[in-house]
Every structure is written in structure tokens, then in C-alpha cells.
């Protein structure tokens, strides 16, 4: 399937979903892929080291996910 043809499918099932706690969870999951797509896997590079740098903040300033509510998360995404 071509980019376009991948796009519209995902475009029409997004438009066929009306629970609003399933479009908050579609929204985080895409935000997220879309957020690492460019990740390098590679340790070694400058923005792989600079991200690893901002986790200390971002823990302090509560930008965090604990394991309780991954679980939850994830009992959420398996039920539906």
C-alpha cells in the first residue's frame, strides 16, 4: 500500500471512532510515534546524548509516565 492509499485508511478510521477516550489514547500513541520516528538509535549521537540530557527536567517538572499508570495505559489499549 502506498503512503497516500496508508494516510486515507488511517485518516477514515480515525474519522469512524466516536469514543472520546479511544481518539485521546489514538492521539497520545501517534504523537508518540511521531515524536520518536527520527530517534537515532545509533548512543553515540548528539541527539540522542541532548534528549538524554532533558530527562532529568522533565522528570522534575512531572513530564513522566510511572509504571502504574503505563499499566493502566495498557490495560486500557488491550480491552478495547
Do not use: C, Y
Amino acid at each position: 500500500m502506498e503512503v497516500t492509499e496508508l494516510k486515507k485508511t488511517i485518516h477514515q478510521l480515525v474519522e469512524s471512532v466516536d469514543n472520546e477516550l479511544t481518539l485521546v489514547d489514538l492521539h497520545a500513541l501517534v504523537a508518540l510515534v511521531v515524536e520518536q520516528q527520527d530517534l537515532p538509535l545509533d548512543t553515540n549521537t548528539a541527539l540522542l546524548e541532548e534528549r538524554l540530557k532533558q530527562i532529568p527536567e522533565q522528570i522534575e517538572r512531572g513530564q513522566f509516565t510511572t509504571n502504574e499508570q503505563m499499566k493502566q495505559l495498557t490495560k486500557q489499549w488491550l480491552s478495547k
